[in-house]
């Protein structure tokens, strides 16, 4: 009798854990080093540690039941520190992300502290924008392929597709970590996206924003790929932690 | 029979740790919602903290006389704020005589109702004794001076508030924007002053005016 019993709380806590784990699919992404486009000293790689990240970006169920569990995040409770009035705005209401939304789409028009609030709600964090550039590089074989010709297009010409954010998540290439949705779908808050210059207002990253605008000018394999991160970059840089857009949604880290 | 009842017993020990479980995963920033909801039942007489207001911020900071305080405890005062670090060598020697200009140029009628706070963006290095040791080098001691330290995650958030950005490019050396930035009493962003060595007479006069609210 004992036993049956132990067994059945053990298969319960199983299908408890399991139900838990779908709602956030994660895979171990191995350490490794990497010399991102902006933020190396001297071009010196960066060492990023093994960390886990969830395969596909935040959608809009999943969002709304953080907000069910903490609603103080809602749409019309939402203070304007944390984030505009565009925020949640295409959803029909507060509890309720509309006919015109599927449920397995990105939730976007989320601002980063809104983001954040959600990882931390689920024991996780943003990820690093070089935790999210390293696992960015690959494509489905390579964990680098930043110096292939087709991958570099296939970015560039999902920058020039519009309205990608309506997609459902997964839809994209699975990458070599298992990872979805890293080009093709939103951008991505990151958890220190306010760490990069490109007004050149402190003199010291001078140098490294004349770098940037001037590698965006040429057009080799190498060039491309810098202008494809460029773009990123420049986007992080043009944020405040308040904003939110149409095509700016989020994904959750955990150290390991 | 028996047996039935077994299982409903287990039953309900599956839920009881499904729901200890379940409040174990609840984030730690609905706790401190609940506090700060807890303080405004015990002072029902405080206006409530508006939106745009920094005082939402629960973060929790230690000053330069390692003393522990919240944001909040500051609410009232007109506060000047910048991001800094102690060990810096080139932007921040300016941002800080800049602050010290800012602080000779007030009125003497107001500057009880001002704060001049620093932020240090390496808390790993700049503890309380680090602090207060560049407090007294920079002849920064009266009580309108307050040096603040917290985590390294609190003070990324709160540079995201001030529109500050910031990155480690070696141990102890930081690029930073030069933002000082001035909330009024309900801990509202009223003005910013970009850049180092800029002209300061909007900022003393953004200050001025908030603090003159107070008199």
Not at chain 1, 29 to 44: D, Q, S, W
Not at chain 2, 34 to 39: C, M, R, T, Y
Request: proline share 3%.
């Amino acid at each position: 009798m004992l036993k049956r019993k132990i067994g059945l709380s053990i298969l319960l806590l199983l299908l408890a854990t399991s139900l838990w784990a779908q709602e956030t699919k994660m895979v171990i992404i191995e350490r490794g080093a990497f010399v991102p486009l902006y933020g190396a000293a001297n071009k010196k790689p960066v060492e990023v540690q093994a960390f886990y990240l969830d395969v596909y970006p935040v959608t809009n169920a999943q969002y709304l039941a953080f907000l069910k569990k903490h609603p103080e995040n809602i749409r019309s409770r939402m203070k304007g520190i944390f984030a505009d009035k565009s925020y949640l705005s295409h959803w029909a209401s507060d509890f309720n992300y509309g006919k015109g939304n599927l449920s397995i789409a990105p939730v976007t028009n989320v601002s980063w502290f809104a983001a954040k609030k959600y990882c931390e709600c689920q024991g996780e964090r943003l990820p690093t924008m070089d935790e999210w550039e390293y696992v960015a590089m690959a494509d489905e074989k390579r964990i680098d392929a930043r110096t292939k010709e087709s991958f570099n297009k296939y970015i560039m010409s999902w920058y020039e597709k519009p309205n990608t954010y309506a997609n459902p998540v997964g839809e994209t290439f699975k990458n070599y970590w298992g990872v979805y949705d890293m080009h093709g779908l939103v951008w991505e808050w990151t958890g220190d996206f306010n760490s990069i210059f490109l007004s050149g207002e402190s003199r010291k990253d001078k140098d490294t924003d004349k770098n940037l605008f001037c590698g965006s000018a040429s057009i080799n394999a190498t060039d491309l790929m810098n202008y494809a991160a460029f773009m990123r970059y420049a986007f992080r840089g043009s944020l405040k932690a308040s904003y939110t857009t149409k095509n700016l949604g989020f994904r959750c880290a955990k150290d390991k | 029979m028996k047996a039935n009842s077994k299982l409903t017993n287990s039953l309900k020990l599956v839920l009881g740790l499904a729901i200890m479980l379940l409040s174990l995963q609840s984030c730690n920033k609905k706790k401190e919602e609940n506090k700060s909801g807890e303080n405004a039942t015990e002072k029902p007489a405080v206006k409530p903290i508006s939106d745009l207001s920094i005082y939402n911020l629960p973060s929790k900071w230690t000053t330069q006389d390692n003393k522990n305080i919240e944001m909040v405890d500051l609410k009232g005062k007109v506060l000047v704020m910048v991001m800094i670090y102690t060990s810096c060598k080139s932007a921040c020697p300016r941002l800080v005589a800049d602050m010290r200009n800012i602080e000779a140029h007030l009125p003497e009628n107001i500057k009880k109702n001002v704060k001049l706070v620093l932020v240090s963006i390496d808390p790993e290095v700049d503890t309380p004794t680090k602090l207060k040791a560049f407090s007294i080098e920079n002849k920064m001691e009266g009580d309108q001076w307050l040096f603040l330290r917290s985590t390294e995650e609190n003070t990324r958030e709160f540079a995201a508030v001030l529109a500050v950005n910031y990155k480690k490019i070696a141990p102890m050396d930081f690029s930073h924007s030069n933002i000082i930035s001035v909330f009024n009493a309900e801990g509202e962003l009223s003005f910013q002053q970009e850049g180092i060595g800029v002209n300061s007479d909007e900022t003393i006069k953004k200050i001025t005016e908030e603090a003159n609210k107070l008199n």
